[in-house]
């Protein structure tokens, strides 16, 4: 599985101490072997460069800081701190970007390096532009914390660097609100979506051309051919955000009057072999009709919440051959039949 194979960032865990230092929302009388229970982990580990610390690990730290917070939301002001400090050639690369949309491509394509288990993505629509995470594993109650996080970041990054007016932007998420859902206005300070098919940041596809007076061509290329050396270290997870990326480019480009591309068509467009590309996958926890499956029923339920196309033409767009076939898909994929996804989600969206 993922989290038994994959490491972590260093740096990932050495963020999540920060709330049992600095937390004001943690217990004061907190002991920090708290969080290290059931993760086979001491603080000493964090000292040892050759310690393997797996995503399981990191997962369950994760899952003691939430038990140990007092109030839920703490970790909002967390993760602000953290946009303002994080390190590493990442941040600089934000900070030294010709323009916004080259500063938010480059957090898209560089930062899961530091947190393995989520895949990110841009896609344009519409006079819009959404940085879209896809979790890779199940994070189980950590899920909010692990996604709101990188979100907290990049929006701290659009407002400190480009002076932005956040409330243009828009915030959606894949779950239901949480116990803590009237703070996210107050710290995102834009809307912000439940139940939504993906979890994404969306700004106006037209900030991506706002130019950073901050930029430095020299900083740029060092830190971007810095961020590029990360990714090499992972060739099962590059893989998979590679599937992603093609897949969703295909639908993209008016393709969908066919089925989605074989494991043997992009094998060939991944210039690999068909047994390199399953053994990555699995790897990483999933197989390619897993991957097919998610693409297609998010852009289903985006397709099937927006409203403006009936079940038949959303069936098309997606390259079913009858709506037969892709009501039956649906209810595998979501336990229910289209229509009713419809009913109980399009009135929210709209």
């Not at 009057?257 to 053994?279: G, W, Y």
Request: aromatic share 8%; with cysteine.
């Amino acid at each position: 599985m993922t989290e038994d194979v994959i490491g972590v960032d260093r740096q990932a865990i050495l963020d999540l101490k920060m709330p049992a230092t600095y937390g004001r929302h943690l217990s004061h009388e907190l002991e920090p072997d708290r969080l290290w229970q059931g993760t086979g982990l001491t603080a000493a580990d964090l000292d040892d460069m050759d310690r393997h610390i797996t995503v399981r690990q990191l997962l369950q730290y994760a899952e003691n800081a939430l038990c140990i917070a007092k109030e839920p939301g703490w970790h909002f002001g967390w993760a602000g701190r953290l946009a303002d400090h994080f390190h590493g050639p990442v941040s600089v690369a934000l900070l030294s970007a010709p323009t916004l949309g080259e500063g938010f491509d480059a957090f898209l394509r560089f930062f899961p390096g530091r947190i393995p288990y989520m895949h990110m993505e841009g896609r344009g629509d519409g006079g819009q532009y959404a940085g879209i995470l896809h979790p890779l594993i199940d994070l189980g109650v950590c899920l909010p914390l692990l996604v709101e996080t990188p979100l907290v970041i990049v929006q701290k990054y659009f407002v400190n660097v480009y002076q932005v007016d956040i409330a243009e932007a828009a915030i959606e998420l894949s779950y239901p609100p949480t116990a803590y859902a009237d703070l996210y206005t107050t710290h995102f300070g834009c809307p912000v979506h439940f139940s939504r098919p993906y979890n994404a940041m969306v700004i106006p596809e037209r900030w991506r051309r706002l130019r950073n007076i901050g930029h430095s061509a020299s900083t740029w290329a060092h830190a971007l051919a810095q961020c590029q050396q990360t990714l090499v270290a992972s060739p099962e997870r590059n893989t998979l955000g590679q599937v992603r990326a093609h897949l969703a480019a295909v639908l993209e480009r008016g393709e969908r009057e066919r089925p989605l591309p074989t494991l043997a068509e992009t094998a060939d467009a991944l210039h690999t072999s068909q047994r390199t590309l399953m053994r990555r996958l699995r790897c990483m926890g999933t197989t390619y009709q897993q991957l097919i499956d998610e693409l297609l029923r998010a852009r289903a339920c985006e397709l099937l919440t927006g409203g403006k196309l009936k079940v038949k033409q959303v069936a098309t767009a997606l390259g079913f051959d009858n709506p037969a076939n892709f009501g039956k898909a649906f209810k595998r994929w979501s336990g229910i039949s289209p229509g009713s996804y419809r009913s109980r989600h399009g009135a929210e969206s709209r």
